[in-house]
């Protein structure tokens, strides 16, 4: 099921509630997380900012975490969490699935790493292949940003041409090239329908930009402007096809179709970065919802079953130019047997048809529970939906695009994000990223996390 919903005459939320409440739960979760703050302290002195991703560096301070299970996570204090966070989707197993562990403590007897193939890669590039209609042939690396980072690489190889496009508003991981419009400021932005191309840290080249151009999401004729004004210069478009940086972002009807159409009259590769979505939104990935092929798709997260994993595959004739004399793909890791076999466990045994319905299921019941909630009391959100996956936006109306994200209250977010932790309900640390449901949820953990939204809602309507 794939979804958005939202309301037409919303209320008007009070900031002062919002700050009281703010400040009430901060005091609240300080209180119940002394051991977290006194050793993110403590972290600051050997890590920059306490944590080993900045991601993670969250106010008031990080939640240190000492062990996890099934659909549940205790935090270093011992508080207990229903884990709807899953590391930002990495989880659609759930936490140490008992299938999972017993097959990562056998491999572990036998060789964590060999730095040479083990049969575990072949019979998992031939299920990913069986699974995901896109992909012909594949290569394994260790993360989302590895994937992306040689799927681009292999494009230029292909097409024999420098320049990508990626989307405003996307996250394709770390590497220099996609490290642009991230999420840039108003001021930054430019026009909607060309957006710039904002660096989204410092210590990029400056030329960089000049390689990666801009275009809005769900905005076909944009991006066909954008490659008639760069004929012959591009090599690939990169997007998700489903926008996961900014909430969730669902694409306009035909939107993805008019993509594919347009990438082929420029001869342009189009690739889709299904690191979050996978096998999240549907057991055959995004392809299995929008019947439109790119000619690659990037990989990671829940395919591994939690441990270190990435791939990008396709068409053979992409795929090819992967050799000694053309494009390189080199890692220590690739291929490794610890996540090799989690992926191939993962995969074949643990996500059957029926967990597949399970989370969906519990996923779609979570998303319709927080509609009805939203229309009983007015309130200015909106709620999106796809397979395992969900979030509500403090946006009345559907978010098309990254300038549309402007307008949610991040304030509003973090009181949200902060009432729910203090009572049960762990959420992504970056307030407006999604929820995620695993096989391993249950009935009451979706009953309880409605109860508490209610709750919130309730305050913020008193």
Same mark, same amino acid.
């Not at 060789?111 to 209609?133: D, H, I, K, Q, W």
């Given at each position: 099921?794939?979804?958005?919903?939202?309301?037409?005459?919303?209320?008007?939320?009070?900031?002062?509630?919002?700050?009281?409440?703010?400040?009430?739960?901060?005091?609240?979760?300080?209180?119940?997380?002394?051991?977290?703050?006194?050793?993110?302290?403590?972290?600051?002195?050997?890590?920059?900012?306490?944590?080993?991703?900045?991601?993670?560096?969250?106010?008031?301070?990080?939640?240190?975490?000492?062990?996890?299970?099934?659909?549940?996570?205790?935090?270093?204090?011992?508080?207990?969490?229903?884990?709807?966070?899953?590391?930002?989707?990495?989880?659609?197993?759930?936490?140490?699935?008992?299938?999972?562990?017993?097959?990562?403590?056998?491999?572990?007897?036998?060789?964590?790493?060999?730095?040479?193939?083990?049969?575990?890669?072949?019979?998992?590039?031939?299920?990913?292949?069986?699974?995901?209609?896109?992909?012909?042939?594949?290569?394994?690396?260790?993360?989302?940003?590895?994937?992306?980072?040689?799927?681009?690489?292999?494009?230029?190889?292909?097409?024999?041409?420098?320049?990508?496009?990626?989307?405003?508003?996307?996250?394709?991981?770390?590497?220099?090239?996609?490290?642009?419009?991230?999420?840039?400021?108003?001021?930054?932005?430019?026009?909607?329908?060309?957006?710039?191309?904002?660096?989204?840290?410092?210590?990029?080249?400056?030329?960089?930009?000049?390689?990666?151009?801009?275009?809005?999401?769900?905005?076909?004729?944009?991006?066909?402007?954008?490659?008639?004004?760069?004929?012959?210069?591009?090599?690939?478009?990169?997007?998700?096809?489903?926008?996961?940086?900014?909430?969730?972002?669902?694409?306009? &009807? $035909? +939107?993805?179709?008019?993509?594919? #159409?347009?990438?082929?009259?420029?001869? *342009?590769?189009? /690739?889709?970065?299904?690191?979050?979505?996978?096998?999240?939104?549907?057991?055959?990935?995004?392809?299995?919802?929008?019947?439109?092929?790119?000619?690659?798709?990037?990989?990671?997260?829940?395919?591994?079953?939690?441990?270190?994993?990435?791939?990008?595959?396709?068409?053979?004739?992409?795929?090819?130019?992967?050799?000694?004399?053309?494009?390189?793909?080199?890692?220590?890791?690739?291929?490794?047997?610890?996540?090799?076999?989690?992926?191939?466990?993962?995969?074949?045994?643990?996500?059957?048809?029926?967990?597949?319905?399970?989370?969906?299921?519990?996923?779609?019941?979570?998303? &319709? $529970? +927080?509609?009805?909630?939203?229309? #009983?009391?007015?309130?200015?959100?909106? *709620?999106?939906? /796809?397979?395992?996956?969900?979030?509500?936006?403090?946006?009345?109306?559907?978010?098309?695009?990254?300038?549309?994200?402007?307008?949610?209250?991040?304030?509003?977010?973090?009181?949200?994000?902060?009432?729910?932790?203090?009572?049960?309900?762990?959420?992504?640390?970056?307030?407006?990223?999604?929820?995620?449901?695993?096989?391993?949820?249950?009935?009451?953990?979706?009953?309880?996390?409605?109860?508490?939204?209610?709750?919130?809602?309730?305050?913020?309507?008193?």
């Amino acid at each position: 099921m794939k979804g958005a919903f939202m309301l037409r005459e919303p209320i008007t939320i009070n900031p002062k509630i919002v700050e009281e409440i703010v400040v009430r739960e901060e005091a609240e979760f300080r209180k119940r997380t002394p051991r977290s703050h006194e050793i993110h302290e403590r972290a600051k002195t050997s890590l920059p900012m306490g944590v080993s991703s900045s991601f993670q560096a969250v106010p008031p301070y990080p939640l240190f975490i000492s062990r996890a299970e099934g659909s549940h996570i205790w935090d270093y204090d011992g508080n207990e969490y229903t884990d709807f966070h899953l590391a930002f989707g990495s989880l659609l197993v759930g936490h140490s699935h008992p299938v999972l562990v017993e097959a990562l403590r056998e491999q572990l007897g036998n060789g964590s790493l060999y730095s040479l193939p083990c049969p575990e890669t072949v019979f998992l590039a031939e299920e990913m292949a069986r699974r995901f209609a896109p992909i012909e042939q594949v290569r394994f690396c260790n993360s989302g940003t590895e994937a992306t980072m040689d799927a681009l690489r292999l494009a230029r190889a292909h097409v024999g041409r420098d320049k990508i496009v990626k989307i405003e508003g996307s996250y394709h991981g770390h590497h220099d090239t996609v490290m642009m419009s991230t999420k840039p400021s108003v001021d930054a932005a430019g026009p909607a329908d060309r957006p710039n191309s904002v660096p989204a840290s410092k210590g990029i080249p400056s030329n960089v930009k000049n390689n990666t151009i801009v275009a809005p999401y769900n905005d076909a004729e944009a991006l066909e402007r954008i490659l008639t004004e760069h004929e012959g210069e591009v090599a690939a478009v990169i997007t998700e096809a489903v926008l996961m940086n900014v909430g969730i972002m669902l694409p306009d &009807e $035909g +939107y993805l179709k008019n993509l594919r #159409e347009i990438t082929r009259r420029h001869g *342009v590769l189009l /690739i889709f970065d299904e690191v979050k979505t996978g096998v999240t939104v549907a057991p055959g990935g995004i392809t299995e919802l929008y019947p439109v092929e790119p000619d690659l798709i990037c990989l990671a997260k829940s395919i591994g079953g939690g441990m270190p994993i990435g791939a990008f595959g396709g068409r053979e004739e992409v795929m090819r130019h992967i050799n000694h004399e053309e494009v390189l793909h080199l890692g220590t890791f690739n291929g490794n047997p610890m996540s090799m076999r989690a992926g191939l466990v993962t995969l074949t045994q643990i996500f059957t048809p029926e967990a597949h319905t399970h989370a969906m299921g519990l996923s779609k019941q979570l998303g &319709e $529970g +927080y509609v009805g909630i939203i229309e #009983e009391y007015d309130m200015p959100m909106h *709620v999106a939906q /796809i397979g395992a996956k969900g979030c509500a936006m403090f946006r009345y109306e559907r978010a098309r695009n990254y300038r549309a994200w402007w307008d949610i209250d991040m304030h509003l977010s973090y009181a949200y994000w902060l009432f729910l932790a203090n009572r049960g309900i762990l959420f992504p640390p970056g307030f407006d990223d999604q929820w995620t449901i695993s096989i391993q949820h249950t009935q009451a953990d979706i009953d309880h996390h409605l109860h508490v939204f209610q709750q919130f809602v309730l305050e913020l309507t008193k």
